[in-house]
């Protein structure tokens, strides 16, 4: 619907009219703003959410160490930006679904998926609920409500409006929440899912990411605009900017934005001003695109710090504690990731399940051609082999590599 | 028994579904209270209501998305797409996202409910952009199935049973037809099975494999063969993807002869990989080479449509060069 006066003379609106504001509570060292009022939140719930922002550090800084070492093909890390991730979710019921993009393993952390489901799919063995069919961090758990991740950017944007669609008639009063970075805002689907979450009025959540970097390029070569935000106007949705490092202010910007989405119907765009202090991925060198300095400045902005700093003024949290958490949480996915290295690779079989929900006569054909090939080969395909003679012993894999 | 054409038979199919099934929701351009561009979604609206049966704006990527989230939600999608000429936009959803939703989380999540509707094909004036048959396009990805009805009564069964599969589907109708095919169609619930081809005529010299509207186009070529003492076999292969290999093999090894027939262009196209799989399971049983008589490889044009066009005069040569070799 339109609504308009009428003007007559050409005068020209560029959007300059609209300023977004960036939801603050928290300061850096750990004290309230002042006038500002920390959500609700118990020692548990707090300690829960600090948790598991450590347990993502942990995971993320161990595993990419064991990429360096030639463990693991390919790894991403959630760095810098887990207050931001765990923060929204903790806000949400935990039967709401989540529609990750793949930078938001915190999510995952916080609802309780184990170090061993973590491995599992890093390694993609037998026990990887993806079968291992997807490139590492592609994890996806139907129990926590978690969509299984994929690769093309903004895909999941438009999937999530339609699944909080089917939210709505279920009546059952959940939400989806989806995530996605500044980068991603860029790709038709995203425009596309708001639009439709506009007019149908469905109860999801847009979690932009706004961490500065898509790959390399900044966002200043992004959009010309101010950040994702002002974009929900053209949508006609309730959105809010929020500081993705600040906990507190995550936490109470996407309670509210639950409260409008689940409770009223109203899709909500939420701006979360961050920084990927790690490197896109485990291929790529931020060192050829941004300075030492820049990064050095985020990382004095550590949500993780800043959190700490605030639970500790509260004495709900210690030194002691930090300590003997961070070393337990290091033993434990050094334990889990020597487990999961271990383990079989998926059997032959899985390369032709779930294609259809039941192996077509033609794909059945394929396969027994290839099993024929692979007893005449065994020595080249040895994961392959395996499932077919178990007798065969597996073989360092560790030449498996490659990425984006 | 009443008559009804392809329309009348895909709207009864749809409110058949919607009836039966709370889940099941139509949407897409103009699909609500107007029903459709070409009238398919006719009063599904006003049946039942405004959340099941709606427009959606005008984004193709946009429809498939949401029918993807919706479906993985466990909804029963039927999105429209108005014109298969316009499923491009979505074709990321469909390829990356619809086909390999299953695979890619181990069945941990799939969107089995999915049924992408589009009418496809020419004939009709329109040009470029209102007459493709992007078959060919889908049929390359695992994961997605791709059936194409020839009649109402087979539109009714087939879509009622792509609804209802376990897989995605994409519903190719062919729009031609859409009010110049009519035929007998039982008023109840019906399927017909996904996957399997049908013998529509029984032969003896060569086999004929088409689907969706050049049926038709086919069966006018074999009156004109038959006249001429050639006795034809013919294939509505029904699903593109996966195509029922056994049937027609059956067939060519017992007449030797295969031409298989398309309205899109020649190479690449779907004739390409039947003529493949036939000559190597029926490579001593062939009298002559796998004939493929198709739309040309160009842009699909306007006023030239007949000249470009499959037509039954092209096959009735094709025929008697494959006897004649």
Redesign the interface.
């Known amino acids: 619907m339109t609504t308009t006066t009428d003007i007559h003379s050409p005068d020209f609106l560029a959007g300059d009219e609209f300023s977004i504001p960036t939801f603050r509570l928290l300061q850096q060292d750990g004290t309230l703003f002042d006038g500002a009022v920390a959500p609700e939140l118990s020692r548990e719930e707090a300690r829960h959410i600090y948790h598991a922002m450590v347990a993502t550090r942990v995971l993320d800084e161990r595993m990419m160490a064991a990429q360096r070492q030639g463990r693991l093909s390919f790894y991403m890390q959630c760095t810098g930006e887990e207050a931001a991730v765990v923060g929204a979710t903790a806000a949400l019921d935990d039967a709401d ?1 989540i ?1 990750a993009q793949y930078r938001e393993q915190g999510a995952l952390m916080y609802r309780g998926f184990s170090f061993d489901e973590f491995m599992n799919q890093l390694f993609g063995n037998e026990l ?4 291992g ?2 490139m590492p961090i ?1 994890y ?3 129990k926590l409500h978690y ?2 991740i ?1 690769s ?1 950017l903004a ?1 999941q ?11 709505k ?2 009546g059952e009063g959940q939400c ?1 929440i989806v995530f996605f970075g500044e980068g991603a805002a860029s790709e ?2 995203f ?3 708001l ?2 979450a506009a ?2 009025q469905v109860p999801v959540i847009f979690f932009c990411r706004n961490n500065g970097y898509a790959i390399s390029t900044p966002s200043i070569e992004q959009f010309a605009a101010d950040g994702v935000a002002p974009r929900a106007f053209g949508y006609r949705m309730h959105v809010i900017r929020v500081d993705g490092n600040d906990i507190l202010a995550v936490y109470d910007a996407t309670r509210a934005a639950r409260r409008l989405a689940a409770e009223h119907n109203q899709p909500v765009l939420i701006e979360a001003m961050t920084y990927r202090l790690a490197a896109h991925s485990s291929s790529d060198d931020p060192s050829g695109y941004r300075s030492k300095k820049e990064e050095e400045a985020w990382r004095e902005k550590d949500p993780l710090l800043r959190m700490r700093r605030w639970l500790n003024d509260k004495g709900w949290w210690s030194d002691e504690e930090e300590t003997e958490c961070q070393e337990r949480l290091r033993r434990e996915v050094l334990e889990t990731m020597k487990r999961a290295q271990k383990r079989p690779p998926p059997p032959l079989d899985s390369l032709v ?6 192996v ?4 059945q054909r394929q396969l027994d051609t290839l099993k024929t090939h692979i007893r005449r080969y065994p020595d080249a395909y040895p994961k392959g082999a395996m499932s077919l003679d178990p007798d065969v012993s597996p073989r360092d894999d560790a030449d498996d590599k490659g990425g984006a | 028994m009443p008559t009804m054409n392809m329309l009348q038979a895909i709207n009864n199919a749809l409110d058949i579904a919607m009836a039966e099934d709370d889940k099941v929701l139509c949407f897409g351009e103009d699909v609500g209270g107007f029903g459709g561009v070409f009238r398919a979604t006719s009063h599904l609206q006003e049946k039942y209501g405004r959340s099941r049966c709606f427009n959606t704006p005008l984004v193709e990527q946009g429809i498939i998305g949401f029918a993807n989230g919706l479906a993985a939600q466990g909804s029963v999608p039927v999105a429209e797409i108005q014109f298969a000429d316009y499923i491009y936009p979505a074709f990321d959803q469909i390829v990356n996202e619809t086909a390999k939703f299953r695979y890619r989380s181990g069945d941990l999540f799939n969107v089995g409910g999915l049924t992408i509707r589009a009418p496809y094909g020419g004939g009709i004036a329109g040009g470029h952009y209102h007459s493709q048959s992007p078959e060919a396009y889908f049929a390359h990805t695992p994961g997605l199935k791709v059936v194409v009805p020839r009649d109402p009564y087979q539109a009714k069964g087939l879509l009622l049973a792509s609804i209802r599969d376990a897989d995605p589907v994409i519903f190719f109708e062919p729009k031609r037809l859409y009010r110049a095919s009519t035929g007998e169609v039982p008023e109840e619930d019906y399927q017909l099975p996904i996957g399997e081809a049908e013998v529509t005529r029984e032969g003896a010299d060569v086999t004929l494999v088409g689907w969706g509207a050049q049926m038709e186009v086919i069966e006018r070529a074999v009156e004109l063969a038959e006249k001429e003492g050639i006795s034809c076999e013919v294939i509505d292969l029904r699903t593109i993807l996966p195509w029922d290999e056994d049937s027609v093999v059956e067939s060519v090894l017992k007449t030797g002869r295969l031409l298989i027939t398309h309205e899109a262009p020649l190479t690449g196209g779907f004739a390409a990989e039947i003529a493949a799989t036939v000559q190597e399971r029926c490579f001593l049983y062939l009298e002559s080479p796998i004939a493929r008589v198709t739309g040309l490889d160009t842009p699909f044009p306007l006023t030239l449509e007949k000249e470009y066009l499959p037509d039954h005069l092209k096959i009735f040569e094709a025929i008697k060069a494959s006897l004649a070799f």
């Open positions: 679904m529609m990887d609920y993806g079968k069919r997807q592609h996806g758990s139907r969509m299984t994929s093309p895909t944007i438009p999937q999530a409006t339609g699944f909080a669609y089917g939210q008639l279920a989806t038709g689907d425009h596309a899912a639009n439709m007019v149908h399940t779930d294609v259809y929900a039941d077509t006569p033609a794909l």
